[in-house]
């Protein structure tokens, strides 16, 4: 072989290496772009979803502190309409009352069911009985038979014109007040009783 033949033929000889040592390099270029592309496209469907994940939490918190202060302004108001209405049936209440007690009926109702508080915790030694004027003498001479009946002790009617409704039960050192001022003392508790009224009204029909 000549000098020539061997030179070409080195020369084919080298060729052929660069031409698989480039096509190595190439195909290893090649995946280690993918790879890159891939590891990218993780990365940023990662940061997608971790948006989304933080806007969906930013979202639901901004809903609930709406929802929340969307309830305290409603409890606020239904606080306010409450207090308003109670305080419009605190103002009619002696009005009320006394108009209860002017009526022969319901007085009559008035003076027994608090009779029965008096049998129930009064000491059974003569009682003497300060009401306010509206019943007549007849009505008390019947009040007193009907205490009689039930085992009361000897009772005392007398009219009060100081009393602007109801009565007062005194026996020694106790007293029941019935009286428009008695009854009214308590005004947490009536107001108490007033809300769990409202409350019964406001309740939707089942």
Not at 82 to 100: V, Y
Not at 130 to 148: F, I, K, T, V, Y
Request: glycine letters at 8%; proline letters at 4%; one cysteine or more.
């Amino acid at each position: 072989m000549s000098t020539a033949e061997r030179t070409r033929a080195l020369l084919a000889l080298v060729d052929g290496y660069r031409e698989s040592r480039c096509a190595e390099l190439l195909g290893a270029a090649r995946a280690d772009a993918r790879s890159l592309v891939r590891e990218a496209l993780r990365r940023a469907r990662a940061r997608v979803h971790e948006a989304i994940a933080e806007e969906r939490k930013r979202y639901a918190a901004a809903v609930g502190a709406a929802e929340a202060q969307l309830h305290t302004r409603r409890r606020l108001a239904h606080q306010g309409r409450e207090a308003g209405m109670i305080a419009a049936a605190w103002r009619s209440l002696p009005a009320a009352l006394r108009d209860r007690w002017r009526e022969p009926e319901r007085r009559g109702r008035w003076l027994r069911g608090h009779l029965e508080r008096a049998l129930a915790s009064m000491p059974r030694e003569p009682w003497e009985v300060r009401h306010a004027p509206g019943p007549a003498d007849a009505e008390m001479r019947e009040l007193a038979a009907w205490l009689a009946g039930r085992g009361g002790p000897a009772a005392s009617f007398v009219e009060d014109a100081s009393i602007a409704a109801g009565f007062r039960v005194r026996a020694g050192h106790n007293t029941l007040d019935a009286t428009l001022d008695g009854l009214a003392a308590d005004r947490k508790a009536i107001e108490g009783r007033l809300l769990h009224h409202l409350e019964q009204d406001e309740e939707p029909a089942q």
